[in-house]
């Protein structure tokens, strides 16, 4: 008994230190977006959704390390279902999302839903209906990413304005990147001590690694995203924060979630992995049907955020 209030205590304060961690890493690359001058494209799709992908990407890392790929996976899916359903749902609760549909983003939401689908093919092979092995499914995943990332480069946005400008201009780049590496270095420690406590944890109670990735860990993952796009709506930068969140989902599914079934043998429970994707693709489907129509409503964040607390209800 101990022994678990221990890990659990490991398990909370190394989610924590991830989520501060996290936000201190994007704080670090919006100063650089600033001294750069990137486009807000190349910015943010490319840099600051990544940015944002950082605690997933790392937990992916050390969970294949410690031979638990389940965690992994359960975190991207269950990451992408809260940011979806909790934060996007949150921000269009509070009337944030009234109106901010553009093209780009409904572009970008329709990649989200069709590269939702690519996972399926898993779920499928089980039943011999086809025969694709994880690595082909993870390669796929890998092109979508490169081939979505180069494809939003290329489109012409305006920069990223960041307040205080004179500020990060004095601060200068070395002392921007020794907060980017010094931040870096909290999320990788953090991640290490969120898979091994996270590990224990469902081990002592027979728990499935996925569940714990999937309900749990995914929170600890987003709240970088939770705390910088509430930052960005308040500031009226909406599309920043939608396009993070969108980025950040994609950016999860593709690079992440392709590393992980490239690197590691794909030995999770498949009923459960059955379970999570469908709440993914309605939460993908709900917004989107909102941003065709001009944005999220008030409505729709409930919808949103009901949907989520039906997965965290539903999934045991």
Do not use: W
């Amino acid at each position: 008994m101990i022994g678990i209030v221990l890990q659990a205590s490991i398990l909370a304060g190394s989610l924590v230190l991830l989520a501060s961690s996290g936000h201190f890493a994007i704080k670090s690359i919006e100063e650089l977006i600033e001294l750069t001058g990137l486009s807000e494209a190349a910015a943010g799709f490319a840099i600051l959704a990544v940015m944002t992908s950082t605690p997933e990407i790392t937990v992916a890392v050390f969970s294949i390390i410690q031979g638990a790929p389940g965690i992994s996976v359960g975190d991207i899916l269950g990451s992408n279902i809260f940011n979806l359903g909790a934060v996007l749902g949150i921000l269009g609760t509070l009337g944030y999302m009234k109106t901010c549909s553009t093209d780009l983003l409904v572009e970008l939401t329709d990649v989200l839903f069709v590269t939702s689908l690519i996972p399926l093919l898993l779920v499928i092979s089980q039943y011999h209906i086809i025969n694709v092995s994880s690595p082909i499914v993870g390669a796929g995943l890998l092109g979508t990413f490169v081939a979505t990332t180069y494809i939003m480069s290329r489109k012409k946005t305006p920069r990223i304005d960041v307040d205080a400008k004179e500020s990060v201009q004095k601060m200068g780049l070395k002392t921007i990147v020794a907060k980017l590496l010094l931040s870096f270095a909290g999320v990788i420690v953090a991640s290490r001590l969120v898979v091994i406590s996270g590990m224990n944890i469902a081990l002592a109670f027979g728990v499935p690694p996925i569940l714990i990735g999937a309900k749990l860990v995914s929170i600890g993952t987003s709240l970088p995203e939770l705390t910088l796009d509430f930052t960005a709506v308040r500031k009226g930068r909406v599309q920043l924060a939608i396009g993070d969140i969108v980025g950040s989902n994609l950016t999860n599914l593709t690079l992440v979630l392709g590393l992980v079934l490239i690197a590691s043998p794909f030995a999770v429970n498949m009923t459960i992995f059955t379970e999570l994707l469908p709440f993914l693709l309605v939460t993908t489907i709900i917004f989107l049907r909102f941003l065709a129509r001009g944005g999220l409503s008030q409505v729709g964040g409930i919808i949103l955020i009901m949907t989520y607390i039906l997965f965290q209800a539903i999934i045991v």
